[in-house]
């Protein structure tokens, strides 16, 4: 979708919203999970409060997007559904489309960047069968949206946004619905994760509405933080740089009809970092046996992570908004949570070029607890020096000033090459 289609794309009023989204609840019926809504001892322990998760990740497609891309798909009249619809996505709402397609017999194509994992590619050609067409196209987002929005003008194709649509925010609003319907009280604190905001937008509506004393959250990647960049600048604008780990929360710019819905709601908004969300999908996976996503995670990395203040006995919900992990991911995912927390560190280390300089190495600067575990030679200088880049895993992140005044003592030239840096964006 382009700019003035956001522009110009009309904003649900507030006496309207709860009338389209019991149409979505109704449309929904027998399509749509009724996602379980399951305690979880690992974060109430961490916290104190009493922590409950949406499961998403259960759903039709693994993640939340069905609810809007059905609801809107649903609505079209006979004539739209007859020249097909179009969408962008970075794979879970590509997903919820491919399925609306097939169970309502409407022919899709379905835009995604470059970064879109393989799983995600797959499952929607799963889902949609003959019915969707898959076309890569960019590297963000943002470039999947703008094929998509010329193929629609060119075609006559309806296009269903991932997020900027009343009906669309509609539908992710059932997620709300759901919750309030399956607590015997509302809760004290939502945290909803944020891409486009679609989600926030619906179920932070009507969860303003509903329970006006809950704490809404809303939980950004801390690489793609387009919806406080909006709040800051008083709408929408571009983000000038993102990292798309996060892929399925990786948008540049904050939609125009999610942000006053957004705003209105009197969410607040925070940030994770990467390495946080992956340190989270580790433990959600390893002590709680769910797979997420990066973005289904973020909710519940802000919890984890500590970067929520809570009340105890609060009752707290995390949306835990989508599964569709890429297993060949998770190498990626280790080597983030480590560098997150401290344990893993990679240097430049110039050796002569003589019997036993490595063994020096071993024994003089690393610590007993320390490990090498990447050990690459990047070139020889000269005929008495040759560099190597070293990654070395710590028993404790607290044993890094140790190993620092190590090398300080060495007469090794070792250099430290810091998360954020050029070279360390370069070599690692």
């Known amino acids: 979708m382009d700019d003035d289609d956001r522009v110009s794309a009309p904003t649900p009023t507030p006496d309207r919203f709860p009338a389209e989204v019991r149409d979505a609840v109704r449309r929904l019926e027998g399509v749509a999970e009724r996602t379980p809504l399951q305690r979880n001892a690992r974060l109430s322990g961490l916290t104190g409060a009493d ?5 998403e ?5 693994r993640s939340y997007k069905i609810r809007g891309a059905y609801t809107m798909i649903a609505a079209l009249p006979e004539a739209e559904r007859a020249a097909g619809v179009v969408c962008a996505s970075a794979g879970n709402h590509g997903q919820g489309v491919a399925y609306a397609c097939r169970a309502l017999q409407v022919r899709g194509r379905v835009f995604v960047p470059g970064t879109t994992p393989r799983q995600k590619r797959e499952r929607i050609a799963a889902l949609g069968g003959d019915m969707v067409e898959l076309v890569i196209s ?7 949206a703008a094929a998509a929005a010329e193929f ?3 075609s006559g194709a ?10 669309t925010v509609a539908g992710q609003a059932t997620v709300a619905v759901e919750i309030l319907d399956q607590l015997p009280e509302p809760p004290d604190v939502v945290l909803l994760p944020v891409g486009g905001g679609g989600l926030l937008a619906g179920a932070g509506t009507w969860l303003h509405a509903a329970s006006p004393t809950t704490r809404l959250i809303g939980v950004e990647p801390a690489g793609a933080t387009n919806m406080a960049a909006a709040m800051a600048a008083g709408g929408p604008v571009d983000l000038d740089e993102m990292d798309t780990f996060v892929d399925g929360a990786a948008v540049r710019r904050a939609g125009a009809v999610t942000y006053p819905l957004v705003r209105d709601s009197g969410a607040e908004l925070l940030a994770v970092p990467e390495g946080q969300i992956c340190t989270e999908m580790l433990d959600l996976y390893q002590t709680d046996g769910i797979i997420a996503e990066p973005a289904g995670a973020l909710a519940t990395a802000a919890l984890s992570g500590g970067l929520v203040t809570l ?4 009752t707290v919900v995390c949306v835990l908004s989508g599964g569709n992990n890429d297993v060949s991911r998770y190498a990626e995912v280790v080597e983030r949570s480590l560098v997150h927390r401290g344990l893993k560190h990679y240097f430049l280390v110039e050796f002569p070029q003589e019997p036993g300089a490595l063994r020096r190495f071993l024994d003089e600067v690393l610590g007993p607890d320390d490990d090498i575990v990447r050990f690459e030679y990047v070139k020889r200088d000269n005929r008495e020096t040759g560099a190597a880049l070293t990654g070395i895993e710590l028993g404790r992140a607290e044993g890094l000033a140790e190993l620092l005044e190590r090398i300080e003592a060495s007469p090794l030239r070792i250099e430290h090459l810091t998360p954020g840096s050029t070279a360390y964006r370069f070599l690692v």
Request: hydrophobic share 45%; charged share 25%.
């Open 152 to 154: 629609a003008a060119a």
């Open 51 to 55: 922590v409950w998760l949406k499961r």
């Open 158 to 167: 309806t296009l269903v946004p991932a997020f900027d649509s009343p009906a």
């Open 57 to 61: 990740d259960l759903q039709v497609g």
């Open 138 to 144: 960019g590297d963000s987002y943002d470039d999947a």
């Open 311 to 314: 009340e105890p006995a609060q």
